[in-house]
């Protein structure tokens, strides 16, 4: 079962423009991962924020993690037609010890 | 380039038939997963192993097994399979299971 769920599922946005994009979990986590997947290729780990942080930054990218709502959002500031990709969300709690993926955001940067 | 290999790249066989998936961690890293990515089914977990010894499973079928070697490489067997075993395979690799996980490129499997 998605233990992470995104939202929106794809977003189209022009060059420049900020993209958000959410994700929304059910249980306790020990941090949320981002990754972005070009078409076809490997997953690209992003970020990772642990449950006793709220915002993390790494370039343009800015995670923020509200565990009182089970919720994140990955901003990415100023994007590059490159930015286009799938982007998933991953929780990790200790209780399984796995990673669980959402099932994606497809992110679409028009230059 | 994460550092994981995978092969082979691009694999076609028939329904009934049996493969095996490679993977070689990025140098370090005691933990190997295994995923299955579908159109329909998006990405699932199917199994971990951690320094040799199996650590967590996920949506694995029975016709599929793993294992990891000392040198802590990675092999997944995939047997008798089905039209619905095409997908992307991808192996990743952490120091820790709490880790960030590195993926290598993938195999593409086809059976027809």
């Known amino acids: 079962s998605q233990q992470g769920e995104e939202d929106p599922q794809a977003l189209s946005i022009q060059e420049g423009e900020n993209a958000t994009m959410n994700c929304s979990y059910k249980?306790?986590?020990?941090?949320l991962q981002w990754y972005r997947q070009n078409s076809g290729r490997g997953l690209v780990h992003l970020i990772l924020?642990?449950?006793?942080?709220r915002e993390k930054h790494s370039g343009r990218l800015r995670v923020t993690l509200d565990t009182s709502k089970k919720s994140s959002s990955l901003l990415i500031t100023a994007s590059r037609a490159a930015d286009t990709a799938s982007y998933f969300c991953?929780?990790?709690?200790?209780?399984?010890?796995?990673?669980?993926f959402g099932k994606g955001i497809t992110l679409s940067v028009r230059p | 380039d994460s550092g994981v290999t995978q092969t082979p790249k691009h694999l076609i066989t028939a329904t009934g038939q049996r493969v095996t998936l490679r993977c070689s961690p990025r140098?370090?890293?005691?933990?190997v997963y295994w995923y299955q990515q579908s159109l329909d089914q998006g990405l699932q977990f199917l199994i971990q192993?951690?320094?040799?010894?199996?650590?967590a499973k996920g949506n694995i079928l029975e016709r599929f097994s793993a294992q990891q070697f000392p040198d802590l490489h990675s092999e997944l067997n995939l047997s008798s399979l089905e039209l619905g075993d095409s997908a992307l395979y991808f192996c990743?690799?952490?120091?820790?299971?709490?880790?960030?996980?590195?993926f290598g490129p993938g195999t593409r499997l086809t059976v027809l």
């Open positions: 140098s370090g890293d005691l933990s």
């Open positions: 249980t306790s986590i020990n941090n």
């Open positions: 924020i642990r449950s006793n942080e």
């Open positions: 192993y951690y320094n040799g010894e199996e650590r």
């Open positions: 991953a929780t990790f709690t200790g209780a399984n010890s796995k990673l669980t």
């Open positions: 990743a690799s952490s120091l820790r299971s709490y880790n960030e996980q590195f």
